[in-house]
């Protein structure tokens, strides 16, 4: 099987292995085992870390829901977050809920498309034209997530019509619709009830 997958965690398993889990757009949560990922010399997997987007072969057993990753193809890098300390712990809180909340065989594409387009801009240059901040990053991520699972109330009017522009921002990158600061912080505190509401395990993200 083959599909792209952005890592959310690694962890090293038995003497050579590396346990990976990451979240593909049409496979849901992927839980991987690396055979020789950690070996110097030889290893099949050399760009196996955090907060990459592959591409992987990789194949399942009936038994089990680990799968075993067979390659790895690295296409876009957001490494860079790590130079932002702030950047980086929000992005591991963001990795913990996904981890936390999602499930193997439950296709997410809006939510992997918006996770890629937040990662993108946490990696950026700060200050950037254009750059989203953390509280709009948690918003666009959280709307995504929640619609995408059936979570999000539906809302008619303006209110509708603002939250479809900032879904479609977050999905395909796109300019974000204009409002104030305040107003952020308003959509921010409404998706932090109804995930509290609807039970899901979060964890506080600093500033968001």
């Given at each position: 099987?083959?599909?792209?997958?952005?890592?959310?965690?690694?962890?090293p398993?038995?003497?050579?292995?590396?346990?990976?889990?990451?979240?593909?757009?049409?496979?849901?949560?992927?839980?991987?085992?690396?055979?020789?990922?950690?070996?110097?010399?030889?290893?099949?997997?050399?760009?196996?870390?955090l907060?990459?987007?592959?591409?992987?072969?990789?194949?399942?057993?009936?038994?089990?829901?680990l799968?075993?990753?067979?390659?790895?193809?690295?296409?876009?890098?957001?490494?860079a977050?790590s130079?932002?300390?702030?950047?980086?712990?929000?992005?591991?809180?963001?990795?913990?809920?996904?981890?936390?909340?999602?499930?193997?065989?439950?296709?997410l594409?809006?939510?992997?498309?918006?996770?890629?387009?937040?990662l993108?801009?946490?990696?950026?240059?700060?200050?950037?034209?254009?750059v989203?901040?953390?509280?709009?990053?948690?918003?666009?991520?959280?709307?995504?997530?929640?619609?995408?699972?059936?979570?999000?109330?539906?809302?008619?009017?303006?209110?509708?019509?603002?939250?479809?522009?900032?879904?479609?921002?977050?999905i395909?990158?796109?300019?974000?619709?204009?409002c104030?600061?305040?107003?952020w912080?308003?959509?921010?505190?409404?998706?932090?009830?109804?995930?509290?509401?609807?039970?899901?395990?979060?964890?506080?993200?600093?500033?968001?």
């Open positions: 099987m083959e599909t792209d997958c952005v890592i959310l965690e690694k962890r398993c038995q003497e050579s292995a590396l346990l990976v889990r990451a979240l593909s757009p049409d496979a849901g949560r992927l839980d991987l085992m690396a055979h020789g990922a950690q070996k110097i010399s030889g290893s099949s997997f050399p760009v196996v870390d907060f990459q987007e592959l591409a992987v072969e990789y194949s399942m057993s009936e038994k089990s829901q799968g075993n990753l067979k390659s790895a193809e690295l296409k876009e890098d957001f490494s977050v130079g932002q300390p702030k950047h980086l712990i929000f992005a591991g809180r963001i990795a913990r809920f996904l981890l936390d909340n999602t499930q193997p065989d439950i296709p594409p809006l939510t992997f498309d918006t996770l890629v387009n937040v993108r801009h946490l990696s950026a240059a700060p200050g950037g034209a254009g989203w901040s953390m509280m709009q990053c948690a918003v666009l991520f959280k709307a995504a997530f929640l619609y995408e699972n059936g979570l999000l109330p539906e809302v008619d009017g303006t209110k509708g019509e603002f939250l479809e522009q900032l879904m479609d921002a977050g395909n990158n796109d300019p974000l619709p204009e104030s600061q305040a107003y912080r308003t959509l921010n505190g409404w998706l932090n009830s109804l995930i509290e509401y609807h039970q899901l395990k979060k964890r506080k993200e600093p500033g968001a």
